[in-house]
Nanobody, 124 residues
Framework: QVQLVESGGGLARAGGSLRLSCAAS????????MAWYRQVPGKQREMVAH??????????DYADSVAGRFTISRVIFNNTVFLQMNDLKPEDTGVYYC???????????????WGQGTQVTVSS
């Protein structure tokens, strides 16, 4: 059974940095894309950063609110995705979820998977 396991959340001051990691455990035979989403109470979950499998490094996309401050990257051979968050702001506070569009061994189709979420809190 495939699971997404996140780590790296925590508390940071404004202007500081945090790095999130997410690893897909289990037998994964293909990954189309991986992403990070953020959710705050009372608001919808929003996409923060996305990386696909096009080309060697993958194409990336960012929410306007984090472009230039956050960087998403992947290690393809072990299906791990990272989110380097620099120059953090209080409004970056939220629960960050890892997301992947992947195909598990034994399945014919790609499916969407979610991690359990990791809390990021930025103090002013």
């Amino acid at each position: 059974q495939v699971q997404l396991v996140e780590s790296g959340g925590g508390l940071a001051r404004a202007g500081g940095s945090l790095r999130l990691s997410c690893a897909a455990s289990g037998r994964v035979v293909g990954v189309n894309a991986m992403a990070w989403y953020r959710q705050v109470p009372g608001k919808q979950r929003e996409m923060v950063a996305h990386i696909n499998s096009v080309g060697r490094g993958g194409n990336t996309d960012y929410a306007d609110s984090v472009a230039g401050r956050f960087t998403i990257s992947r290690v393809i051979f072990n299906n791990t995705v990272f989110l380097q968050m620099n120059d953090l702001k209080p409004e970056d506070t939220g629960v960050y979820y890892c997301n992947a569009d992947l195909r598990a061994a034994g399945n014919l189709y790609f499916s969407e998977y979610w991690g359990q979420g990791t809390q990021v809190t930025v103090s002013s």
